[in-house]
């Protein structure tokens, strides 16, 4: 059974830094594309990062710069490092398995809350 | 604004058969295959179309097409649990984000 599970969200100071774990199981992350989508209170979803099976990465403008995806193959797991985070990086984080923008499993989120 | 445009909302009776719509560009839909993921109650979204397949354990009331550069998800037999947020989502070639998502779609049973 595919399962995505994450953690490491909490409250943030604006400007501090937090670092996002997603353990998956029922598959290999090193053989899939993995995105981070999230959403902010009361919006839609947003696509921020997406990790290719190669190690290809690439993110939302919006994060560029200060986010960093990247994955852990012995323990089968994504992470999302974000850094200088804003008020408006305020949102749940959710890691889905991808295939070409579509995808068929998520987690079940962990909330950023960047407040002082 | 975002990439791709779904109707803000849509409403329906219990049984009947509803359309919701995702219109985007020949650099989005209209070369990818279309992804529609279910929200109820801002929990995690559940996937109930992956392209033309439907996930497991998804009713088959739900089923998916594609013409042009729109995309649609059709619930045949609408049904209270229905009710929440959708959201349609593909790739994009075009642009420095990889992938894109439509603002989402409140379906309401009445």
């Known amino acids: 059974e595919v399962q995505l599970v994450e953690s490491g969200g909490g409250l943030v100071q604006p400007g501090g830094s937090l670092r996002l774990s997603c353990a998956a199981s029922?598959?290999?992350?090193?053989?899939?594309?993995i995105s981070w989508v999230r959403q902010a209170p009361g919006k839609g979803l947003e696509w921020v990062s997406v990790i290719y099976p190669g190690g290809d990465t690439y993110y939302a403008d919006s994060v560029k710069g200060r986010f960093t995806i990247s994955r852990d193959n012995s323990k089968n797991t994504l992470f999302l490092q974000m850094n200088s985070l804003r008020a408006e990086d305020t949102a749940v984080y959710y890691c889905?398995?991808?295939?070409?923008?579509?995808?068929?499993?998520w987690g079940q989120g962990t909330l950023v809350t960047v407040s002082s | 604004q975002s990439a791709l445009t779904q109707e803000a909302s849509v409403s329906g009776t219990v049984g009947q058969k509803v359309t919701l719509s995702c219109t985007g560009n020949?650099?989005?839909?209209?070369?990818?295959?279309v992804g529609w993921y279910q929200q109820i109650s801002h929990g995690a979204p559940k996937t109930v179309m992956f392209g033309n397949s439907l996930p497991s354990g998804i009713p088959d009331r739900f089923s998916g097409s594609k013409s042009g550069t729109t995309g649609s998800l059709t619930i045949s037999g609408l049904q209270p649990e229905d009710e929440g947020d959708y959201y349609c989502s593909t790739w994009d070639y075009s642009l420095s984000a990889r992938v894109v998502f439509g603002g989402g779609t409140k379906l309401t049973v009445l």
């Open positions: 029922g598959f290999i992350v090193s053989s899939n594309y």
């Open positions: 020949s650099n989005n839909i209209g070369s990818y295959a």
């Open positions: 889905a398995r991808d295939l070409a923008g579509t995808f068929a499993y």
